[in-house]
T-cell receptor, first 115, second 113 residues
């Protein structure tokens, strides 16, 4: 158990709908990262938040957005869902990296199925 | 561009040794991670290399050659529970982005009796 929690564990919805995925980082961690993992793809970095502010952006679609709240939990919002959005969505967290080391601790993921 | 290559699948026998290779071409480099991921589960940290050479941790070892853009993960005394995907990830250059991780697609290892 990494200490990172994600809800819900599974989500089934229809095309065109909107969903919200939630992540609570490890106690003391200020950075939250979101990743998408499709069947034939590796972990694709979506976005990073640090202490409430967006820090870095990866391959995140305009239909997707995220935020980090004052209590440091984060939400990933996916809208106008398409079949291709079906994937495992992982959240990871860590402290401010000291030096260069950037080990990330992953939550159990949310499996999204779009029908 | 950013490119990380690993074999897609490998098969090995229980008790044997297996080496999983990873080559990378990235705009920056600040370390290389190996993660283990069982199907449908979260990736878990295995090793980190930032300097050239071999890092050993129990049955697992990881090697890095920065000049060759190459790393491998060595698993010894394979057990059935080692059947999983192994993800190679390069930490991009440290800076304002806090050195984000770029993952390869992973190598699915099957350990057979």
């Amino acid at each position: 158990d990494s200490g990172v929690t994600q809800t819900p564990k599974h989500l089934i919805t229809a095309t065109g709908q909107r969903v919200t995925l939630r992540c609570s980082p490890r106690s003391g961690d200020l950075s939250v990262y979101w990743y998408q993992q499709s069947l034939d793809q590796g972990l694709q970095f979506l976005i990073q938040y640090y202490n409430g502010e967006e820090r870095a952006k990866g391959n995140i679609l305009e239909r997707f957005s995220a935020q980090q709240f004052p209590d440091l939990h984060s939400e990933l919002n996916l809208s106008s869902l398409e079949l291709g959005d079906s994937a495992l969505y992982f959240c990871a967290s860590n402290e401010i990296p000291s030096g260069t080391y950037n080990e990330q601790f992953f939550g159990p993921g949310t499996r999204l199925t779009v029908l | 561009g950013q490119n990380i290559d690993q074999p897609t699948e490998m098969t090995a026998t229980e008790g044997a040794i297996v080496q999983i290779n990873c080559t990378y071409q990235t705009s920056g480099f600040n370390g290389l991670f190996w993660y283990q991921q069982h199907a449908g589960e979260a990736p878990t940290f295995l090793s980190y290399n930032v300097l050239d050479g071999l890092e050993e941790k129990g049955r697992f070892s990881s090697f890095l050659s920065r000049s060759k853009g190459y790393s491998y993960l060595l698993l010894k005394e394979l057990q059935m529970k080692d059947s999983a995907s192994y993800l190679c990830a390069v930490q991009d250059s440290y800076g304002g982005s806090q050195g984000n991780l770029i993952f390869g697609k992973g190598t699915k290892l099957s350990v057979k009796p």
